[in-house]
């Protein structure tokens, strides 16, 4: 097994996928809305991938946190709300709130593992700022790490209860990062001391299942290397400070913050203490030239993925009964 997740280039199997990913055997895949058409494509297409691997536990990823952050929605799929929904709930009401946060995951995660989906992208644990990045802020539990950890818990076992794992992100910390991953690598100035409130939530959720590193270098731990290419950071901040003996993915590495050919950045990452790198944009050249570099997945990291793998159950729950549940605590709360 190669210690990368794949993505796919559309709704099927290509033959040239299919005789790729037999031979190289990833770790997982990734979809996209490229890859999404209706439940009965869905549940074929995942059905094919784990036919493929030969492994019911096999790893398949969506990002799927609600608002501008989904790749099922209407008129397939219901619409779910994102972080900052929740943050506003928590002001008014924090109980009523959490208990919002975990109905809409198990939500989620039924829906999900009902088409084959098996894990999350989400929830996201970074403590926002009053200049974080747009890209993030609209996506966040707020700006208090105390908060943020109680909805990120919530979210992570209502994922569980639904059947789908969790992963939480991005690694060490994103709400200080001023720009856009997606297209610039942001550097952050702040001090350790300034830092540790952004490591306090994945501190208190550093049992999750899985985590996603960052594309943002800090000064204050390795001035010359993101978080995703240092093994200062993943050794001496993810592991160590925060405790953190997950699975730990690297964020997507076609992202502009990272430099360098695609085999460069994973072999990188996985040199760094990496267990897994996220290419998600199915380019045939770049995954030759990725598997290529990578030799198989260690024994370290293959039992982090089984551990993962094997945290959740066959999900429980009534799609519409939960929506409606989570619908009627925000209301509660005075959020919706």
Known sequence: MKPVIFGLSGPVLTAAERAFFAACEPAGYILF?????????VRALTDSLRALAGRDDLAIL????????ARMGPPEWPAFPAGPVFDAAYERAPMTAIQAARANGQALGVMLSEVGISVDCAPLLDVSQPDTT??????????????????GRAMLEGLAEGG???IVKHMPGHGRAKLDTHHHLPTVTATDAELAVDLEPFRTLNQAPMGMTSHIVFDAWDADRPATLSPIVIDRIIRDRIGFDG???????DMRALSGTAGDKAAGAIAAGCDV???CWARMDEMVEIADRLAPMSAVSRARLDRAMASVGGGTGDLA???????ALLQASGAA
């Open 33 to 41: 809305k490229r890859n999404i058409v209706d439940r009965a494509q």
């Open 62 to 69: 969506i990002d799927q946190e609600g608002g501008r952050v």
């Open 134 to 151: 747009e890209a993030v802020s609209c996506r966040t539990y707020g700006s208090d790490p105390m908060r943020v950890a109680a909805l």
């Open 164 to 166: 789908v794992v969790g």
């Open 247 to 253: 699975l730990l993915m690297t964020d997507d590495i």
């Open 277 to 279: 790198v996220l290419d």
């Open 321 to 327: 009964a939960l929506i409606a549940t989570r619908d």
